[in-house]
């Protein structure tokens, strides 16, 4: 009897080194002036967005459209200020996908001295339709959100 593989597991996993302090990468992650530029990013193409969330321990992520409403649902699972953040990130709009510890966005913030590194993984992107489609999508879009978090973070530097 052959022994059935489990699938392969999708991710983005991406980094990124900022001349910036931990604080003021946190402050561009977390922080509702900077997360309205960087989020615009993941509504190219489609509907705009903007994301709430008091970024505490339990409480809901929600990226919301012009109207208000919730396209993206999610809840922080782990927090360290500064350190770590992660959350889940359903789209509303597809059926929901059971959902592991490790699926969401995790965000790590490593200070490196004068530089500090900011790694994101997002997924498991395997538990959904087209999953390998909307990972490639993911990845692209994380390409441009890195680099306009870097600027943003640097730019509080000076």
Request: aromatic content about 8%.
């Given at each position: ?88 990130a359903a789209d509303v709009r ?11 966005i995790d965000c790590e913030i ?49």
């Amino acid at each position: 009897m052959r022994k059935r593989r489990a699938p392969r597991r999708l991710f983005v996993d991406k980094s990124i080194e900022i001349n910036a302090r931990p604080s003021d990468v946190w402050s561009v992650l977390t922080e509702r002036a900077y997360t309205d530029q960087w989020a615009r990013e993941f509504s190219r193409g489609g509907p705009e967005f903007h994301i709430e969330s008091s970024w505490k321990l339990g409480e809901p992520v929600l990226w919301k459209d012009p109207d208000g409403r919730p396209l993206v649902e999610g809840v922080v699972t782990k927090l360290k200020p500064q350190r770590r953040l992660h959350f889940t990130a359903a789209d509303v709009r597809l059926p929901r996908p059971e959902l592991t510890a490790a699926d969401g966005i995790d965000c790590e913030i490593e200070d490196r001295g004068r530089r500090t590194k900011l790694h994101v993984r997002q997924g498991d992107f395997s538990t959904i339709e087209e999953g390998e489609k909307y990972r490639s999508l993911s990845d692209d879009i994380w390409s441009r959100v890195l680099p306009r978090m870097k600027r943003m973070a640097e730019a509080r530097v000076h």
